[in-house]
C-alpha cells in the first residue's frame, strides 16, 4: 500500500459531523445528515470544493464556508434551518461526497487505479457508496464496498486493535503523547 493522499486538515467525518452539530443534530451526525439529505434537493445550496494540490484533501474551509451560510441566513430568517433542513444536508452531504469522489477519480485516471475500496464511518454514506458504483461502472473500474454493518467508526478499529495488543501484554509507558498526523 502507498498513501498518495490524505487531508490536511480534517476528515470527511469530522466535515459531516460539524456540520450535524452546527445544525443542532445529535452526534455522530454523519448518518442524521444522511437520513435528512435522503428527502432533500442536493443543488439547493452550492458549497464551494476546495482547491488543494494533488490528491489531498481539505475539509476546514467547506466547515467555515457551510457556518458562515448558516450564519447569515439565521440573519435573514431565524427558522431557515428548520424550513430548509432536508435541503440543508443534501447539499452539504453532496458536496462532502464529490469533493472524494473527484479525488479518487483523479487518482485513478493519474495513476491508471482500477481498483477502489471504501471503508470506515463515511463508507456507510448512501450517495457514497451509490456515486462510487456510478464512477467505477463509468470508468471500469472494480469497486469494493462493504456491507453496510461493516462501515463502522475508525473507534472500533482501534478498540480492537487495543484488544490484540493487550493480549500479547504490549502496553506503552507514560511518556507516550498521542499525534492526530504521523508520517508512514
Known amino acids: 500500500m502507498e ?13 459531516f459531523d460539524k456540520a450535524a452539530k452546527v445544525l443542532g443534530l445529535p452526534y455522530p451526525g454523519g448518518p ?3 437520513k435528512l439529505a435522503r428527502e432533500g434537493n442536493k443543488y439547493r445550496f452550492q458549497f464551494p470544493e476546495p482547491r488543494i494540490a494533488n490528491y489531498d484533501f481539505s475539509f476546514s474551509g467547506l466547515k467555515t464556508s457551510f457556518l458562515y451560510f448558516l450564519r447569515d441566513e439565521k440573519k435573514k ?6 424550513e430548509n433542513l ?9 458536496r462532502i461526497v464529490t469533493i472524494l469522489l473527484n ?32 464512477f467505477g461502472k463509468k470508468n471500469n473500474w472494480r469497486t ?6 461493516y462501515c463502522t467508526d475508525n473507534a472500533a478499529m482501534i478498540a480492537i486493535a487495543a484488544y490484540y495488543k493487550f493480549l500479547k501484554n504490549d502496553f506503552a509507558n507514560q511518556s507516550v503523547v498521542p499525534k492526530a498526523r504521523i508520517e508512514l
Open 103 to 134: 479525488k479518487i477519480e483523479k487518482a485513478a485516471q493519474d495513476l491508471n487505479i482500477k481498483d477502489i475500496a471504501i471503508a470506515g464511518g463515511v463508507s456507510a454514506n448512501h450517495l457514497l457508496r451509490e456515486k462510487l458504483s456510478e
Open 32 to 34: 442524521m445528515i444522511d
Open 3 to 15: 498513501v498518495i493522499g490524505e487531508t490536511q486538515d480534517d476528515a470527511a467525518g469530522e466535515a
Open 86 to 94: 432536508s435541503d440543508i444536508c443534501a447539499s452539504i452531504q453532496y
Open 144 to 149: 469494493f464496498i462493504p456491507k453496510f454493518e
Open 77 to 82: 430568517n431565524e427558522n431557515f434551518v428548520n
